[in-house]
């Protein structure tokens, strides 16, 4: 399972959370202190994204898939 580490601009502020690939798109977030949740990608769809058993705000989450999907190269190119 590959973990990597990233960094998300929201509300002013620089958020640091840990990610750790499950496979199957499957994504367990967390930071150093507490276990966030999981989120699942879909790769046809990149604005897709499920969120399971996470409670954070769709920016929040919409922001972490970017990231996610950036570190992973998903992101179309231009």
């Not at 399972?1 to 367990?28: C, P, S």
């Not at 977030?29 to 604005?47: A, C, M, R």
């Not at 989450?61 to 999907?69: E, K, T, V, Y």
């Amino acid at each position: 399972m590959k973990q990597f580490r990233i960094e998300v601009a929201y509300n002013g502020q620089a958020k640091f959370y840990n990610i750790q690939a499950l496979g199957n798109q499957h994504y367990e977030i967390y930071t150093d202190e507490e276990n966030i949740g999981t989120i699942q990608l879909d790769k046809k769809n990149h604005d897709h994204c499920e969120s399971i058993a996470c409670e954070l705000d769709m920016p929040l989450l919409n922001a972490i898939r970017d990231q996610i999907q950036f570190h992973e190269e998903w992101m179309p190119r231009h």
